[in-house]
């Protein structure tokens, strides 16, 4: 079946260095989603993309589609220590998303 | 908006008891979606309701697990019997649009399970 991958699984950074995780999917996606979970906390949506090589911004973060539709990263620029949690993406398919296995992000002050 | 409801937020129960966890999703979305999350699995997607219709159950894990959706405004995840392997966090979401797979899933808080 469909599998959704992340890597890395795991990621410590000193606050103000940059991070990034990537996403790779075994099929090709009709589009992409990104969610945000806060430790404790519930997923909480970021962005999609839908268009192959799309990329979009907010604020520090920077999000891309591959150009095949089977991958995508997201990018933070100088980490604050609010961007701390689990990263996922959600792979878009015909009926339903399948979820990456998430990227755990540590700040340290 | 009150965003998506679940309960109850913490259950403990013990191994064999029936458990029933809870949903209202948000007023006006069309489809929604159970999942639960553990270390080891991560967030599965265990079924998912388009207009109060089951269209994919294939993440559920066993007989064990039923989940209902009587009406647009709320739906249930069963588990009878529980056994410990089940604790997890459970997740509701909810959605709106045309097409299941391409809209913003909003989450709710997630129960806590705890099967002794």
């Given at each position: 079946g469909q599998q959704v991958m992340q890597i890395p699984q795991y990621q410590h950074v000193q606050e103000g260095e940059d991070f990034t995780t990537y996403c790779n999917s075994s099929t090709t996606l009709s589009n992409i989603q990104w969610y945000k979970q806060r430790p404790g906390g519930h997923p909480v949506f970021l962005i999609q993309l839908v268009k192959s090589g799309e990329v979009k911004k907010q604020k520090r973060l920077t999000f891309q589609f591959g150009e095949a539709k089977k991958n995508s990263s997201l990018h933070i620029t100088a980490?604050?220590?609010?961007?701390?949690g689990t990263y996922f993406c959600a792979g878009g398919g015909t009926y339903k998303y399948i979820f990456g296995t998430g990227t755990r992000l540590k700040v340290l002050a | 908006d009150a965003g998506v409801i679940q309960s109850p937020r913490h259950e403990v129960t013990e191994m064999g008891q029936e458990v029933t966890l809870r949903c209202k999703p948000i007023s006006g979305h069309n489809s929604l979606f159970w999942y639960r999350q553990t270390m080891m699995r991560g967030l599965e997607l265990l079924i998912y309701f388009n207009n109060n219709v089951p269209?994919?159950?294939?993440?559920?894990?066993?007989?064990r697990f039923s989940a209902k959706m009587?009406?647009?405004?709320f739906s249930t995840l069963k588990i009878?019997?529980?056994?410990?392997?089940?604790?997890a966090v459970y997740f509701c979401a909810s959605s709106f649009g045309r097409?299941?797979?391409s809209n913003e899933q909003f989450f709710g808080p997630g129960t806590r399970l705890t099967v002794l």
């Open positions: 980490t604050q220590t609010t961007d701390v | 269209i994919d159950d294939s993440g559920m894990p066993e007989d009587p009406n647009a405004s009878q019997p529980s056994e410990p392997r089940d604790s097409r299941v797979g």
